[in-house]
């Protein structure tokens, strides 16, 4: 006789069912998750060859070594080089379209299912589109190192075939948020609005640099027509895709994370309309050449001039939704972080606003005044902004009860001063640079002036590094050591609260 020694054997049906596993994860809120934790790995990468960027201008080197291939029937000439200009394009695309953008998109995976009050369409195909995305950008950044820049603006710089993989990757999370929200789009938050727009802008912007490329592969456009077509697409990628987002971000953050209805409907309203007006003109304002007539380019400036509007309503009406809490700007919240925000986006909107006029351009362009006003606008307003939504939407996400300690105090107040540090540093230098050029000073003169500046800029950029490990950190301590939390899941049997 056999006997069983192991009775659950004979008892199957008291095992449950294994649960199956998809290669790629379509469960509510996967994709938010997933672009938030590319973000923050992406952030450590920006900071990192920011550093590298800093530190090549302080003490000024270049490596270049040929790479040899095997086949070569295009004939094409690559050779690794290590100088400036290439780690200064690899600095702003992995900040951009790495960190802010995988940030931009998280938010359009977390706010547009609770905004609405339902599940976010094709959860699976964003989650493909996530990998594109980042896949392609990886590869885009590496081969900046490699290829010939040409005439390229910065975030125009990538290669077409890479760039036509962020127009994908673009593509499936605008398709699946044009799917979620277009049966309710005429009733949709004002902040639906920014971020759709936003999307839209970015993906148009992308396949035109694709398209850019291609072209130039068979007609040869000359150096003039890229180096005007890729700065339109970089200004237009700033202020259409970026800084639609950071309102779209702030116009959901600080109701929620303060408990209180936004102050006035209309005045974000007025905003939206107001910005979607005016970013689209302050494009025109980089198009400067004999070819471009002067009214276009006049019409540009005055535009960016004006941009300082959308930003000081933006501010009056958030500050009115903070009414009563003002507690919550002491601590280390969302709210606090959003504050922040608050105040880069009317410094880095006054910066703009000064640079435009033709006095102050002719004395500050193409100096280091440039360099330190981005980093105000990226990772002051934007990056603040992303910071608010993550201490806010990361708990619910990994249902975890957590955020508000010491890490996200280190987090807060380490960029913010590196931020601002590292801003004053280089717009300080951008001046005594155009000083010195007005006085016709030897070139190697003023690089020995500006080395004070950039070792300034060079210690506040720590900062910003120090941030965002502290970010990496309180991620990685949120999912292993937070304690468990319910939370509402828009599209699960769970209520959820779609309305502000």
């Given at each position: 006789m056999t006997v069983n020694r192991n009775p659950k054997k004979s008892r199957p049906y008291d095992e449950p069912p294994r649960r199956r596993r998809s290669l790629i994860p379509g469960g509510p809120d996967s994709a938010a998750t997933g672009f938030f934790v590319a973000a923050a790995v992406w952030l450590a990468i920006a900071t990192g060859i920011g550093a590298l960027a800093l530190a090549i201008r302080i003490v000024p080197f270049s490596f270049g070594s040929a790479i040899p291939l095997p086949i070569n029937p295009f004939g094409w000439d690559l050779a690794f080089t290590l100088d400036a200009r290439r780690v200064e394009y690899a600095f702003l695309n992995a900040s951009v379209y790495g960190w802010l953008s995988n940030a931009g998109f998280a938010a359009v995976a977390f706010m547009a299912p609770r905004l609405l009050g339902r599940k976010l369409v094709g959860e699976t195909l964003v989650n493909l589109g996530m990998l594109i995305w980042?896949?392609?950008?990886?590869?885009?950044?590496?081969?900046?190192?490699?290829?010939?820049?040409?005439?390229?603006?910065?975030?125009?710089?990538?290669?077409?075939?890479?760039?036509?993989?962020?127009?994908?990757?673009?593509?499936?999370?605008?398709?699946?948020?044009?799917?979620?929200?277009?049966?309710?789009?005429?009733?949709?938050?004002?902040?639906?609005?920014?971020?759709?727009?936003?999307?839209?802008?970015?993906?148009?912007?992308?396949?035109?640099?694709?398209?850019?490329?291609?072209?130039?592969?068979?007609?040869?456009?000359?150096?003039?027509?890229?180096?005007?077509?890729?700065?339109?697409?970089?200004?237009?990628?700033?202020?259409?895709?970026?800084?639609?987002?950071?309102?779209?971000?702030?116009?959901?953050?600080?109701?929620?994370?303060?408990?209180q209805p936004l102050a006035s409907g209309g005045l974000a309203w007025l905003t939206f309309v107001t910005w979607l007006v005016l970013a689209p003109g302050s494009v025109l304002g980089v198009l400067r050449h004999d070819n471009i007539p002067f009214v276009i380019t006049n019409a540009g400036q005055v535009a960016t001039m004006l941009l300082l509007v959308p930003a000081a309503l933006t501010v009056v009406n958030l500050v009115q939704t903070m009414q009563g809490r003002w507690s919550l700007l002491f601590g280390t919240g969302a709210v606090a972080f959003a504050a922040v925000s608050l105040s880069f986006l009317i410094a880095a909107s006054l910066l703009e606003a000064l640079a435009s006029l033709r006095t102050v351009d002719a004395a500050v362009a193409n100096t280091e005044w440039e360099r330190g006003a981005f980093l105000w606008a990226a990772f002051g307003t934007y990056t603040m902004a992303a910071f608010a939504l993550a201490e806010h939407a990361l708990p619910r996400l990994l249902k975890r009860a957590w955020g508000g300690g010491t890490l996200s105090s280190l987090q807060l107040y380490l960029a913010f001063a590196g931020v601002a540090i590292a801003g004053i540093g280089l717009m300080g230098g951008g001046l005594a640079e155009g000083a010195s050029l007005a006085a016709g000073t030897p070139p190697a003169d003023i690089a020995a002036q500006l080395q004070p500046y950039r070792v300034l800029a060079f210690l506040g950029w720590g900062l910003v590094a120090l941030a965002g490990l502290a970010m990496l950190v309180n991620l990685f301590l949120l999912y292993t050591s937070g304690e468990p939390a319910e939370y509402a899941v828009p599209g699960s049997t769970a209520p959820a609260t779609a309305t502000h």
């Open positions: 980042n896949l392609a950008l990886a590869g885009g950044i590496a081969l900046l190192y490699v290829l010939d820049l040409g005439p390229r603006a910065p975030l125009a710089a990538m290669p077409w075939f890479v760039t036509g993989g962020l127009a994908t990757g673009a593509l499936v999370v605008g398709a699946s948020y044009v799917a979620t929200i277009g049966p309710v789009i005429r009733t949709a938050y004002v902040g639906a609005w920014f971020a759709g727009v936003a999307l839209l802008s970015l993906m148009g912007l992308l396949g035109i640099s694709a398209t850019l490329g291609v072209a130039d592969l068979f007609l040869e456009l000359g150096d003039v027509t890229t180096a005007l077509v890729t700065a339109f697409i970089d200004r237009g990628v700033v202020v259409l895709w970026l800084l639609g987002m950071a309102y779209a971000t702030l116009h959901y953050v600080v109701p929620r994370a303060t408990g």
